[in-house]
């Protein structure tokens, strides 16, 4: 029951570059996995990247190494998804996402959701 909140989508001209920011209380953000999906339309909602509570592993989908990068400052609350090299294909509403356990690449693994945020990568 974690209250997550996303920012920084936009319309972006491919090979451009955003910023997504997801936060959350930080009295607790310490104790939280945390992941990224995306879900674009008449598709599922697929798993981007993960970190574990500390930062001390992430985790990216295939499509994502070299361009894409997670990370967390949890003094902030906040965890980021630093975006490269941005194609049309990447064009999806991304969403976070915490758990209280452990969280992997799967959907069910993950309790609490953000509202998503609109990400447009024109070519």
């Known amino acids: 029951q974690v209250q997550l909140v996303e920012s920084g989508g936009g319309l972006v001209q491919a090979g451009g570059s955003l910023r997504l920011s997801c936060t959350a209380s930080?009295?607790?953000?310490?104790?939280?996995?945390m992941a990224w999906f995306r879900q674009a339309p008449g598709k599922e909602r697929e798993f981007v990247a993960r970190?574990?509570?500390?930062?001390?592993?992430?985790n990216l989908a295939d499509s994502m190494e070299g361009r894409f990068t997670i990370s967390r400052d949890n003094a902030k609350g906040t965890m980021y998804l630093q975006m490269n090299s941005l194609k049309p294909e990447d064009t999806a509403v991304y969403f976070c996402?915490?758990?209280?356990?452990?969280?992997?690449?799967?959907?069910?693994?993950?309790?609490?959701w953000g509202q998503g945020t609109q990400v447009t990568v024109s070519s």
């Open positions: 996402a915490a758990s209280w356990t452990f969280g992997d690449r799967h959907v069910g693994d993950y309790r609490s």
């Open positions: 930080a009295l607790i953000f310490s104790k939280l996995a």
């Open positions: 970190i574990t509570p500390s930062g001390g592993d992430t």
